[in-house]
């Protein structure tokens, strides 16, 4: 089975400073794709940035980065220039075409101002 | 575009009774997946459904049930409700060719 660990929960970080969120995920498969997702207090999840498996580039999103390693089974989300509206819950997910979405337990982060 | 939406956003039952929840996804979408977020916690996987079947069902017992009309829009039903299934459980839509989830705000449930 899939197992997601986000060692983390609960990190802060200064405005528009940049802070690094953890992801280690286990999985047999050579194929999938990596989420983040944010769940600010609204409760609505919002995606954030996703990554597939084969592609060897880190995906970004304007001030969202991944520093994806496939060999050691590392999705690291990094936020550049933080504000106040970063402040959610953060959750690394992991999917493949069969499989349903497996989400970790969170890093609830706060940027503070 | 109307994004998924989910409805009642808040309940409270008290054990032993049943509850219904309602989603309607996305405009286009054909797959609907529902969540049980503990306080927390991450979501839990409870099932999916898709041309009004059952593709997919993580560990729930079968008090949890649900349904997929022909209009997509899809119903979570849980009977004899215990503390335990307090939660917000959260629907999401997507599309099957691609699978990128699309999550609405959720339904909170309080089991007293």
């Known amino acids: 089975a899939q197992t997601v660990t986000q060692s983390q929960p609960e990190m802060s970080v200064q405005e528009a400073e940049t802070v690094t969120l953890s992801c280690t995920y286990d999985?047999?498969?050579?194929?999938?794709?990596l989420f983040w997702y944010k769940q600010p207090p609204s409760r609505q999840m919002i995606l954030v940035i996703r990554?597939?498996?084969?592609?060897?580039q880190n995906a970004t999103e304007n001030r969202f980065s991944v520093n994806f390693q496939k060999a050691a089974k590392s999705f690291s989300l990094k936020i550049s220039d933080s504000q106040l509206g970063d402040t959610a819950m953060y959750f690394c997910?992991?999917?493949?075409?069969?499989?349903?979405?497996?989400f970790g337990k969170g890093t609830r982060l706060s940027v503070i101002a | 575009d109307a994004g998924v939406t989910q409805s009642p956003t808040h309940l409270i039952k008290t054990r032993g009774q049943q509850v219904t929840l309602r989603c309607s996804p996305k405009s286009g979408h054909d797959t609907v997946s529902w969540y049980q977020q503990a306080l927390g916690q991450g979501p839990q996987f409870i099932f999916q459904?898709?041309?009004?079947?059952?593709?997919q069902r993580g560990n729930f017992p079968d008090r949890f049930s649900g349904h997929q009309f022909p209009n997509y829009s899809s119903e979570l039903n849980v009977n004899a409700l215990w503390l335990g299934d307090s939660a917000l459980y959260l629907c999401a839509s997507s599309l099957v060719t691609t699978g990128e989830l699309f999550f609405g705000e959720g339904s909170r449930l309080t089991v007293l």
């Open positions: 990554q597939e498996a084969y592609k060897q």
């Open positions: 459904y898709y041309e009004e079947e059952e593709r």
């Open positions: 997910a992991f999917m493949t075409g069969s499989t349903p979405l497996v």
């Open positions: 999985t047999s498969e050579s194929n999938y794709y």
